[in-house]
């Protein structure tokens, strides 16, 4: 058995084509971003998330009140209130889809856009079949919060960063249904008074 001597083995004698690069800042790479740009987009994300969750709440104080005005039956009056709901279920089937074609920032944009547009129309329905098909509608656009925002974050933040940021943007919009109900009861007293 032929015996070699050994020394130990440096760097370019393990690998001597590895090259190392040193770290870089690329402004364009959202891992990049600075802290505070990065809580800025988490942020944004609960806002909206809460926002959505309350608009799914915030009818049902005044649900007697709205079926009265528009001659609805209580079965139609529940479905006003919870189709908004079924929308959500079945819009990221639509969403991710366009998500990976044109964005997640794009489509985020146009359906905030969309979100509006409906909940608008829902605040002059003049018929109960104008107010659920446009709750339905925005209920739709309300979904991209759900289907696109886990992957925002995850392109913001690096694994290691991620639990913190995902627990404050979960728990901000859990609090919307309780705030949306509260809210339209709020005023519903107010106004009868």
Known sequence: ??????????????DPFL????????????L????GRKWAVTDVLSATGFNRIMVSTIMAPALSTTAHELHMSPTESMMALSIYLLATA???LVIGPLSEMH???????ASNVWFLVWNVVCGFAKTKEVLIAARFLAGFGASSIYALAGGVLT??????????????YLLI?????AVGYV??????????N
């Open 1 to 14: 058995m032929l015996s070699f001597p050994t020394k130990p083995a440096s760097k370019t004698d393990q």
């Open 19 to 30: 090259v190392s690069f040193l770290p870089s800042f690329d402004v364009d790479d959202p």
């Open 32 to 35: 990049d971003w600075p802290s």
């Open 90 to 92: 079945f819009g990221p």
């Open 103 to 109: 964005g997640r920032s794009k489509v985020l944009h």
């Open 155 to 168: 392109d913001v933040w690096r694994p290691e960063q991620r639990g913190r940021s995902l627990s404050i």
């Open 173 to 177: 919009p859990l609090l919307g249904a």
């Open 183 to 192: 809210v339209m009861a709020i005023s519903a007293v107010a106004l009868t």
